[in-house]
């Protein structure tokens, strides 16, 4: 039981990773990205293939798969980033599909359906960090969360945040000021994905097995909720985001009611808040972060 | 292989999947040449409507198939647009239309939650096992020359073709096609006009719901009825109208068909694997954005501050 909390945590930690990148994308430039899931899926796979197939170690692997998310990032963002925002969002999506689509066919890379199995776990000055010990990797996954919060959130409050900022605002009048919108919202879409690279690479070792059928659009979704309900452009919030969406997800079993509540009760539920939070709060539970300027009033 | 028999065969199956997926993309369009917002629960109306419409189909189609099996078809169809339209005006009510001046990404983020509890929904009380149509007459393939079509390929084209027909014809020729012409044009400047603009977004949404049930329904006939078959089908077709130019009827008819023929040709004569199939969609959809983002009998629309 104590356990289970704990786990939840972990996988608190390892999507609020993920939130925050979803937060750069859609909370400080307003893009509707789609995609967290196939960035996810990248990492986690960049780690499994390393390690497992060419016996890399762990920390030497996520910052590969933190960089070939990145790449992805940049590749998919560069053509897709000059669309309006809703073909973003079926475009990343259509993306998220065919990294799934790939991983499951390209059997001689990725072992398809059947995914690739004991990844070896993580050590770090020779100390193991099992999966089974649920303290040790909680501990490890917020860390990650914590150097991700800090550096996100300098990225945020420098120049690059104000310029996203000005172009989710008003496009045009980002362009008049001399703000390179296309090169911005690219980077943005890079170090978004990056992160979620580095969320995927994480999953990896805490389940030391990868199959393509983790990394649908629900955990899109999941991601998408968790910033919209904690609070678009608010680091903090998309945390706490994170956590709620977790703990909704796992309150079936939390509580033993797992044979009561049907399991497509929290993507209902999940449906439910986003629709109702875009009626009644769209700002999410804590708010934009408030940096003294006028709130914009009319539409 | 590659004798002209089999170009014709890939040919009608891809008209008959083309067909559907234009019916579906008709739908997108019509939202989006009013609101400028994609519906992207539209799929999932379709999901719901083909339920519908097997469950009334069921229960009034009796047990040997004769001539009342094709009329009791019918009204099964138009039971699941009926009710498709209605779920598709509510949703529009409830959903949308509080959000219709917020900022651009609300409606899309409240569609993207309205898709998901229609799905999830479904799973939940009609359970994740796919059903079948049951057939309403003999359907063995008609043989000719080499082409073997199926007679359900026959009725879909039949029910397509009157479909698109129709639209077009009250899109042109209807008073309330006027007015939807006029809303979408330029929705403030209809209103001063005299039109009710709200009432005109109520009915689009109806018509596009209920082709999208039609489509559910004849698709039903091909592929089985299951709670998450409209992820996957609605996509395509958006994709589909975006390849037509969205917001243009006879670009969501024209990409349709296109699609299903390059899907079906994709597979069958670029050698494109199965397992690939679902990605040329999207692969379309990346070039044409690239390409001519405005689809191919759209117009370029210039951004006005």
Redesign the interface.
């Known amino acids: 039981m104590f356990n289970f909390v704990l786990l939840i945590f972990i996988y608190t930690g390892i999507y609020a990773l993920m939130a925050v990148g979803q937060n750069l994308i859609t909370g400080y430039v307003g893009l509707l990205s789609l995609t967290q899931a196939g960035f996810f899926a990248i990492g986690s796979y960049a780690t499994a293939i390393l390690s497992v197939t060419y016996g890399w170690n762990f920390w030497l692997t996520l910052p590969i798969a933190a960089l070939i998310a990145g790449a992805f990032g940049f590749l998919i963002g560069l053509p897709t980033l000059r669309l309006k925002g809703d073909y973003l969002a079926i475009a990343t999506l259509g993306f998220g599909e065919i990294v799934r689509n790939i991983l499951n066919n390209w059997d001689s890379l990725t072992n398809g359906p059947m995914g690739i199995q004991r990844i070896p776990m993580v050590s770090i000055f020779g100390f193991r960090v099992s999966p089974y010990d649920k303290w040790g990797f909680l501990l490890l996954v917020w860390i990650f969360v914590f150097l991700a919060y800090l550096f996100y959130e300098r990225i945020a409050k420098s120049r690059m945040g104000r310029a996203l900022e000005a172009i989710r605002e008003d496009e045009i009048a980002a362009t008049s000021m001399g703000i390179n919108t296309t090169r911005y919202k690219v980077w943005a879409f890079v170090f978004g994905a990056a992160i979620a690279g580095v969320a995927g690479s994480l999953q990896a070792v805490f389940i030391l097995s990868v199959t393509p059928s983790v990394f649908t659009f629900m955990v899109s979704i999941m991601v998408l909720c968790m910033v919209v309900l904690g609070g678009m452009g608010n680091f903090k919030a998309v945390i706490l985001g994170a956590f709620i969406i977790q703990f909704i997800s796992y309150f079936p079993q939390l509580t033993g009611l797992s044979n009561v509540i049907p399991p497509q009760f929290k993507q209902v539920l999940f449906g439910v808040i986003l629709v109702v939070m875009m009626i009644w709060r769209p700002q999410g539970i804590l708010g934009r972060q408030q940096r003294g300027r006028l709130e914009k009033g009319e539409k | 292989m590659g004798s002209i028999a089999e170009f014709f065969q890939h040919f009608m199956n891809g008209l008959t999947l083309g067909g559907i997926y234009a019916l579906i993309a008709l739908g997108y369009t019509m939202v989006y040449g009013i609101l400028k917002?994609?519906n992207?629960a539209h799929g999932d109306i379709l999901m719901v409507g083909s339920y519908i419409g097997l469950f009334i189909f069921d229960a009034i189609r009796g047990e040997s198939i004769g001539p009342f099996t094709l009329l009791a078809f019918f009204l099964a169809m138009l039971g699941g647009m009926a009710f498709s339209a209605a779920l598709g005006v509510i949703i529009e009510r409830?959903?949308y239309k509080?959000?219709r001046?917020?900022?651009?990404?609300?409606?899309?983020?409240?569609a993207?939650?309205?898709?998901?509890?229609?799905?999830?929904?479904a799973?939940?009380m009609w359970g994740t096992k796919s059903r079948k149509l049951a057939y309403p007459f003999d359907n063995t393939p008609i043989v000719f020359k080499g082409v073997s079509i199926t007679p359900h390929q026959i009725l879909i084209l039949i029910v397509v073709v009157i479909m698109m027909i129709s639209l077009k014809l009250f899109i042109d020729r209807s008073r309330i096609g006027k007015a939807m012409r006029a809303t979408s044009l330029d929705r403030d400047t209809a209103k001063l006009m005299g039109i009710e603009s709200d009432k005109i977004i109520a009915i689009t949404f109806a018509i596009g719901s209920a082709l999208a049930a039609t489509a559910g329904f004849l698709l039903a006939l091909e592929i089985k009825v299951y709670p998450s078959m409209g992820?996957?089908t609605g996509?395509k077709a958006?994709?589909a109208a975006?390849v037509g130019g969205i917001g243009n009827i006879s670009g969501a008819m024209l990409g349709g068909i296109l699609l299903g023929l390059l899907e079906t040709f994709g597979v069958a004569i670029l050698g494109i694997?199965y397992?690939?199939k679902?990605?040329i969609?999207?692969?379309a959809?990346?070039i044409i954005?690239?390409v001519k983002?405005e689809g191919l009998l759209g117009k370029a629309e210039k951004?006005k501050?």
Do not use: H, K, Q
């Open positions: 917002f994609i992207f409830i959903a509080p959000l001046n917020a900022t651009r990404l609300a409606p899309l983020l409240s993207i939650g309205v898709s998901f509890i229609l799905s999830n929904s799973a939940w992820t996957m996509l958006f994709v975006v694997p397992g690939l679902d990605t969609a999207f692969v959809l990346i954005l690239l983002p951004e501050v």
